[in-house]
């Protein structure tokens, strides 16, 4: 039973940093691409960033790039989303997601790509 759950939301100024983190389980970690994508109220759901099994690659939205950096951590099964430089566009709800199989590498940064998903942390950026 894959279970992804997300924490380090908060409340951040406009220039600030925080990190968020992704516990999986249930799930061989290290063979599985991850995701981070973000919804705000009244809009669809939005790519942030994936990261490959071993980390060695790693893609970022337009929106962030620069400012956001993913990771992680196999030994921990842990990956993060490192933001810096916080916008107040940047609030939103944010999802940890792992690919919808092991060693499958997503191909339209869209979430049908990802089949496990975590409850979302909430990131609220004040001007």
């Known amino acids: 039973q894959v279970q992804l759950v997300e924490s380090g939301g908060g409340l951040v100024q406009a220039g600030g940093s925080l990190r968020l983190s992704c516990a999986a389980s249930?799930?061989?970690?290290?063979?599985?691409?991850m995701g981070w994508f973000r919804q705000a109220p009244g809009k669809e759901r939005e790519f942030v960033a994936r990261?490959?099994?071993?980390?060695?690659?790693?893609y970022y939205a337009d929106s962030v790039k620069g400012r956001f950096t993913i990771s992680r951590d196999n030994a921990k099964n842990t990956v993060y989303l490192q933001m810096n430089s916080l916008k107040p566009e940047d609030t939103a709800v944010y999802f940890c997601?792992?690919?919808?199989?092991?060693?499958?590498?997503?191909?339209?940064?869209?979430?049908?790509?990802?089949?496990?998903w975590g409850q979302g942390t909430q990131v609220t950026v004040s001007s």
């Open positions: 997601a792992a690919a919808g199989r092991p060693w499958a590498v997503p191909t339209t940064n869209g979430p049908q790509d990802f089949g496990s």
């Open positions: 249930g799930l061989t970690f290290s063979s599985y691409a």
């Open positions: 990261i490959s099994w071993g980390g060695s690659r790693t």
